[in-house]
């Protein structure tokens, strides 16, 4: 299995249980994966309307891409350490990128990582 596919499958894992986590609760907002293998984009948003505060909900919760072998966290909009479980699920801090970080501090991030 080439990288890609790899963090395909990886990246589809880690959205699949989210979704699991905030499906429990009993609110009618919902959480949706949304992928996009083609181009190579994965969302977890949050969708639906919000009985206590009576309105509608929609939201990005998290955003990654496959950018040149390398998942780029482009954002959180979590409490979720996402890198970690990242590396928990085998890639290399390395191939992480944090892409809503101005473009010299992620390399001074990606630098540090590998040393």
Do not use: C
Request: no cysteine.
């Amino acid at each position: 299995m080439d990288k890609t596919m790899k963090y395909q499958e990886i990246l589809i894992k880690l959205l699949k249980g989210y979704v699991d986590f905030f499906s429990g609760s009993s609110s009618s907002v919902k959480p949706q994966m949304l992928v996009d293998r083609d181009r190579n984009h994965y969302q977890l948003i949050k969708i639906g309307w919000d009985e206590k505060q009576q309105q509608f909900v929609f939201g990005i919760l998290f955003h990654f891409d496959i950018i040149d072998n390398k998942i780029w966290l482009q954002l959180n909009n979590t409490e979720f350490y996402l890198v970690d479980e990242l590396v928990e699920l085998g890639v290399p801090k390395s191939d992480v990128v944090l892409g809503f970080q101005p473009p010299l501090v992620r390399l001074a991030s990606i630098k540090e990582k590998v040393a």
